[in-house]
């Protein structure tokens, strides 16, 4: 019998998503404040977030799969556990040196959000999974999106200390209510070593086509929001706008509006649209771009364009994660791993290009950028669309839309 997720547990495992992500991304606005402290260079305090994405992308591969293979209510707790040691490890940081060190462990360890989603996916009954991972996501957008606000917020009120020794009381809380919310999830488990998990993780991606489509059409789907969010921060602190880091900073609530629309990307799902979910989604990326092209000289058509833009994301997103944790219920913190890596690698790849092509064409050149890699998820998704339709397997309804 599949435990019951209530309205508070999905709330918890919500709140916790996006506390977990957001430590990934404090950092960034309090760049300056950093090297001044610790007399490092701006370069070397730029390598913290580099850190970050390092670390995120290792706990991807090697703690997530983990889920597959031992209980994953201790799993998450250790690792939320081990997240706020890690901050206060970054909270008393003396030199460069160990703020680095604090900050990749911290990273890797924050994937504990990416095994509390697919344990709501799991327990959730089949008829309501989309809604529960579209509110489950919800929580882990706002903590990206909002990380960088709340950081600025706190360095103000007591410096940049301030805002990893809030997040580590924060970490270590929600490992304490993971553990008393969290039900136990009894059921076999592959006797697989943990090399053997690993092997396994990669060969999903050889093993399940859907698992390959879908993790591309998230990975350009990021790509572009990334892009945007690269880009918009470079846009605004320039002429005609001129804004200060701490107004920057809140331009990140624009984003917020699409981020709450995960829930209701969920529910459509739900009821057996999740195609046109997908669809739609990869469409409306592609009409942000048109907006967003007008947001150099109009903040109407740059917050429009905004709004847009992270809806659509969240469309493709959670149309995506409804796909693929219907393929192998037994291996879902593989596939979530796979699929997470893959995802994560486009929006790195996303900022990177960003950064040339903000060089070379200016805002013209970001929007084109943007608009072309939104286009490829719309080629994708046709692509995959012919692809089922073609394949003699039997393939979960829900990828058909049925």
């Known amino acids: 019998m599949r435990p019951h997720i209530s309205r508070g547990l999905l709330l918890l495992m919500s709140t916790a998503t996006g506390l977990a992500v957001a430590n990934n991304y404090f950092a960034q606005p309090l760049l300056d404040l950093i090297a001044d402290e610790l007399d490092i260079t701006a370069s070397a305090a730029a390598l913290v977030v580099t850190a970050a994405q390092c670390g995120y992308a290792l706990g991807l591969i090697l703690l997530v799969p983990l889920g597959d293979l031992v209980d994953r209510r201790r799993l998450a707790v250790a690792l939320y556990a081990a997240t706020g040691v890690f901050l206060l490890v970054s909270a008393t940081a003396t030199s460069g040196a160990v703020l680095l ?51 600025g ?106 981020a709450l629309t995960a829930s209701v990307a969920g529910r459509l799902a739900d009821r057996g649209l999740v195609q ?29 364009g905004v709004v847009v833009l992270d809806l659509a994301h969240q469309m493709v997103l959670n149309s995506s994660q409804n796909v693929v944790y219907a393929l192998r219920p037994e291996a879902r913190n593989r596939i979530n791993s796979a699929f997470m890596t893959v995802f994560f690698a486009g929006g790195a790849a996303g ?43 039997p393939v979960p309804a829900i990828a058909k839309g049925e």
Do not use: H
Request: net charge positive; hydrophobic share 55%.
């Open 153 to 258: 917020a706190l360095a103000e009120l007591g410096g940049w200390r301030t805002v990893y020794w809030v997040s580590a009381v924060l970490m270590v809380l929600m490992a304490v209510l993971l553990r008393v919310r969290l039900p136990r999830l009894d059921g076999p488990r592959e006797g697989l070593s943990y090399a053997g998990l690993l092997r396994s993780t990669v060969g999903m991606l050889g093993s399940e086509p859907l698992l390959r489509w879908r993790a591309a059409i998230a990975a350009l789907s990021l790509a572009s929001f990334s892009v945007l969010w690269t880009a918009a921060t470079l846009l605004l602190a320039r002429d005609p706008y001129g804004w200060t880091e701490s107004a920057i900073g809140l331009f990140g609530l624009v984003g917020v509006v699409g």
């Open 351 to 393: 900022s990177a290009l960003t950064a040339v092509v903000w060089a070379r064409g200016g805002w013209t050149g970001v929007c084109v950028l943007g608009a072309a890699l939104s286009a490829g998820t719309v080629v994708l998704w046709a692509l995959e669309r012919v692809t089922v339709a073609r394949t003699p397997n």
């Open 276 to 304: 046109t979910v997908s669809g739609a989604g990869t469409v409306l990326l592609v009409a942000s771009w048109l907006l967003l092209a007008g947001g150099e000289r109009s903040l109407v058509w740059l917050f429009a």
């Open 101 to 151: 060190a604090g900050t990749a462990l911290t990273a890797l360890t924050s994937v504990g959000a990416q095994v509390v989603v697919p344990f709501a996916a799991t327990l959730a009954a089949p008829e309501e999974r989309g809604k529960v991972v579209g509110t489950v996501m919800t929580g882990l957008m706002l903590g990206l999106l909002l990380a960088r606000t709340a950081s």
